[in-house]
């Protein structure tokens, strides 16, 4: 079957514009997570996703935004752009959300601010 | 919050010679462990994992790797690597009822043929 497929792959923005980046989970998975990938910062957790509701949040200022819809697929915001959230940014599904499943990642989002 | 630590970012070795992995981690409550790497060009995929029961687990492509609770350890070996090893390592860990991954910051590893 599929797997979590992100779009766009690439996307180049300016300091203060806003950015939507979209994740369609592999089928049937119900809980959605996303990743921010820097060189110095490593992987992080933004937040997840469970029946439309966020259930977990990490660390990231206000400006980091998701939501999730019916079907499961989910959207992540980010307004203000700063130069320093140029990163990879990853999305994973699992078929619940329990923590002792593996989750599974997409291929990314690569965000440029110039 | 958890940490998860991986030491030895950077690993260049020759085929066939073995590869071990350290990761320790912070949680000191019930933990499930994970694996991933990350080929060139390629995304994030599961290598192995551990929830609970025997303590080593076998993975994919040959790997395994064990859980040392007493010392907050879930190491990853394979015996024999091969060119097509080289890619980025990351341990993770989840604790329980949270499924948020704590990763560590991973290692790079380089099979010379």
């Known amino acids: 079957k599929a797997g979590v497929t992100q779009t766009p792959r690439y996307l180049i923005k300016t300091r203060g514009q806003q950015v939507t980046l979209s994740c369609s989970p592999i089928?049937?998975?119900?809980?959605v997570s996303w990743y921010q990938q820097t060189p110095g910062q490593g992987l992080q957790f933004l937040f997840e996703y469970f029946s439309e509701t966020q259930r977990n949040k990490g660390n990231f200022p206000g400006r980091f935004s998701g939501r999730q819809f019916s079907n499961s697929r989910s959207e992540m915001n980010v307004s203000t752009l700063e130069l320093g959230d140029s990163a990879l940014y990853l999305c994973?599904?699992?078929?619940?959300?329990?923590?002792?499943?593996?989750?599974?990642f997409g291929d990314g989002t690569r965000l440029s601010i110039l | 919050a958890q940490s998860v630590s991986q030491h030895n970012h950077h690993v260049i070795l020759s085929e066939a010679a073995s590869l071990e992995l350290g990761c320790n981690y912070s949680?000191?409550?019930?933990?499930?462990l994970f694996w991933y790497v990350q080929y060139p060009g390629q995304h994030l995929q599961l290598l192995l994992k551990y929830f609970s029961g025997d303590p080593l687990v076998k993975g994919i492509k040959g790997f395994e790797a064990e859980f040392i609770k007493s010392k907050f350890s879930f190491n990853l070996r394979k015996p024999s690597v091969q060119w097509s090893d080289t890619a980025e390592y990351f341990c993770?860990?989840?604790?329980?009822?949270?499924?948020?991954?704590?990763f560590g910051k991973g290692n790079q590893v380089v099979v010379i043929p």
């Open positions: 949680y000191g409550g019930t933990v499930n």
């Open positions: 993770a860990v989840t604790s329980y009822g949270n499924n948020r991954l704590a």
């Open positions: 994973a599904s699992s078929l619940d959300g329990t923590s002792n499943q593996p989750q599974h």
């Open positions: 089928s049937g998975h119900r809980s």
